[in-house]
């Protein structure tokens, strides 16, 4: 049998009764797969680790506690043979023979009837590795192929173009902090499928050095905006590209819509009846100063973390941040865009309640190279910015959890 490569195929097991036998490391790999894939599974073993005894409490599958016995295969169509004991796994097997059941065995390929692919998914297809005999079997060797394989079409570096399912229209994807290994696996497809990529000055610059030539990479700061807001200008760009049938992705830093105008912009595309997607990212405000050694919650310090735009001053009337309040909370506040205000922002907190002793780590250009950190207090911020010279972009995070972990960067 073994010296015949075996044939591939998919088998559509919704509602097909498939057994497992034993309840160890091997059933706990393979039942999530089988659980999706509808099969109606009967696990037969006295024993389960806890991750299989779960499914069965979560009624994901049946479990018979009690050793295999002859004819527990009979109205399977496929089993799993995985127990501990090798005499029973040759019954079995002997079993599935008889009845014509396709047994995948784990603890002898050669005696299987079946194998298991090292598989992995992306994006509509299942990719699924089998060694081509039994004798060569290098499972490390079939699981790195898969890993290849799913890697590559993930991150765009193995082009396999949709025929059928290219996303129309525009993508509003959230880039992340900056480093390039922080986006989304589906930002960085849909990066690979561009015709044309609109970026903001932050998020992932790097990523748009690896775009094919062909792809027309367009600086946001740089559309020009004549009579135009710059928001107006950059949504008449999104629409007349796509409107010439060509794929867009607006790359915007950290997630679209954590002061991101996403919104705006998915809106403008609507209105002119363009078909937009929007894929989240993370946001700067909780990993970067993660990035920096900072939690924005810490068991017994901060139970609430406020994200605010330091955009304009707390004495502004465009303000639309209650800063009293906020003054009040005694969790964790983390600023965006409040490089310029921070003097103000500090003397509006301690004014309404904050210790001046607050702590505050302003950490700019993080997930970068050019990552730093400079710590300070609610009194002392104003005078640190101005004497470190810290410059946007940067967050800003204030709150006790600010000290409660080693420092990892400078
Ligand atoms: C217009 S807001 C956009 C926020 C973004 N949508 C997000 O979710 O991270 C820009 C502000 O985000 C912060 N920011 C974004 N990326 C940053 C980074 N890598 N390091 C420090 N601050 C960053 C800064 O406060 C910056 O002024």
Redesign the pocket.
Same mark, same amino acid.
Do not use: H, I, N, Y
């Given at each position: 049998m073994a010296e015949h490569p075996a044939y591939p195929v998919g088998l559509r097991l919704a509602g097909r009764r498939v057994v497992v036998l034993g309840g160890g490391q091997v059933a706990q790999r393979r039942l999530p797969a089988l659980i999706a894939a509808g099969a109606d599974i009967l696990l037969v073993s006295p024993e389960a680790t806890p991750s299989v005894e779960a499914m069965a409490d979560a009624g994901e599958i049946v479990w018979e506690r009690r050793p295999y016995a002859d004819g527990d295969l009979a109205d399977a169509w496929y089993a799993l043979i995985a127990t501990s004991d090798p005499e029973a796994n040759t019954r079995a097997s002997a079993e599935g023979e008889a009845h014509r059941v396709w047994c995948v065995r784990s603890d002898d390929a050669d005696a299987a009837t079946a194998w298991t692919p090292a598989t992995g998914h992306s994006e509509g297809v299942t990719v699924a590795v089998l060694t081509t005999d039994a004798r060569g079997r290098d499972p490390r060797h079939t699981a790195a192929v898969r890993d290849a394989v799913v890697e590559g079409l993930r991150d765009g570096t193995l082009v396999a173009p949709h025929h059928r399912t290219r996303t129309p229209g525009v993508a509003l994807v959230?880039g992340g +902090? $900056?480093d390039p290994d922080l986006i989304t696996v589906r930002g960085r497809r849909l990066l690979a499928e561009a015709d044309v990529v609109i970026a903001d000055r932050?998020?992932p610059r790097d990523l748009l050095a690896e775009l094919p030539p062909h792809v027309e990479v367009i600086d946001a700061a740089k559309i020009p905006y004549g009579r135009f807001m710059a928001q107006e200008a950059i949504n008449n760009a999104l629409i007349e590209h796509a409107r010439k049938g060509r794929s867009v992705v607006r790359l915007? $830093? $950290?997630? !679209?819509y954590?002061?991101?105008r996403g919104m705006e912009e998915l809106q403008a595309l609507a209105e002119a009846g363009i078909p937009c997607t929007v894929v989240p990212?993370i946001?700067?405000?909780i990993s970067?100063p993660g990035a920096a050694g900072i939690p924005v919650t810490h068991r017994g310090v901060a139970h609430e973390f406020t994200v605010v735009s330091g955009h304009v001053a707390p004495d502004d009337e465009r303000s639309l941040v209650d800063w009293p309040a906020l003054a009040r909370l005694t969790g964790t506040l983390v600023v965006?865009?409040?490089?310029d205000k921070i003097g103000k922002i500090a003397e509006t907190l301690v004014a309404h309640g904050r210790s001046p002793d607050t702590p505050v780590a302003l950490?700019?250009? $993080?997930?970068?190279a050019a990552?730093r950190r400079v710590d300070a207090t609610l009194a002392t911020v104003a005078e640190t910015v101005r004497a470190e010279d810290v410059r !946007? +972009?940067?967050?800003i995070v204030i709150g006790e959890v600010v000290g409660v972990g080693p420092r990892t960067t400078e």
């Open positions: 959230g +902090p $900056g932050l998020g915007k $830093g $950290g997630d !679209p954590v002061f991101g990212g946001s700067s405000s970067v965006l865009m409040g490089v950490v700019q250009e $993080g997930t970068t990552q !946007p +972009p940067a967050v």
